[in-house]
């Protein structure tokens, strides 16, 4: 039976919840990844992907509609261009990767059969899963890593 712990990349690439959005957005690029594991003092705290990242600026942009919304009246609808209040401003800028990560994190073994972990990634509707021991991160699977065992045929010596 093939394990998490064969097919896992053993080289986790790691994000600090402290990073910016956009100092994430161009690591991402650079590493031609798409998330990463959140870690903190070596400790495993959640991940984060561009869908996060969207995700969180999808819900402020409805957020910040709805205020304005509220800010206008009937009568002034549109006729002038609505100032959120400061505080609200700053809410909006300058995010973090601890603003857009997902704490709830899905984890396996390294002895985890790796058709659960498939079978994770379908229920959860999720690309990755972390593989750990404790909490330190050993490695990562995505669909891509499941995709490469169909693909050279490897899942039928399970």
Aim: charged residues 25%; glycine residues 6%; hydrophobic residues 45%.
């Amino acid at each position: 039976m093939i394990r998490a712990g064969d097919v896992m990349q053993a080289s986790v690439l790691t994000v600090s919840p402290g990073m910016s959005l956009t100092e994430l957005e161009d690591f991402l690029v650079s590493k031609r990844i798409t998330g990463a594991p959140v870690v903190e003092r070596g400790v495993l705290i959640g991940i984060v992907s561009r869908s996060d990242i969207v995700r969180l600026l999808s819900l402020e942009r409805s957020l910040s509609g709805l205020i304005a919304e509220g800010l206008e009246s009937p009568e002034t609808a549109g006729t002038n261009p609505v100032r959120l209040p400061e505080p609200l401003t700053r809410a909006l800028t300058g995010r973090t990767v601890r603003d857009a990560m997902v704490v709830e994190l899905v984890t396996v073994s390294p002895d985890t059969a790796v058709t659960e972990v498939a079978r994770l990634l379908v229920a959860r509707h999720i690309h990755r899963v972390l593989v750990t021991e404790g909490e330190t991160v050993r490695g990562v699977i995505s669909t891509l890593d499941l995709v490469r065992l169909v693909a050279e045929d490897r899942l039928r010596e399970a």
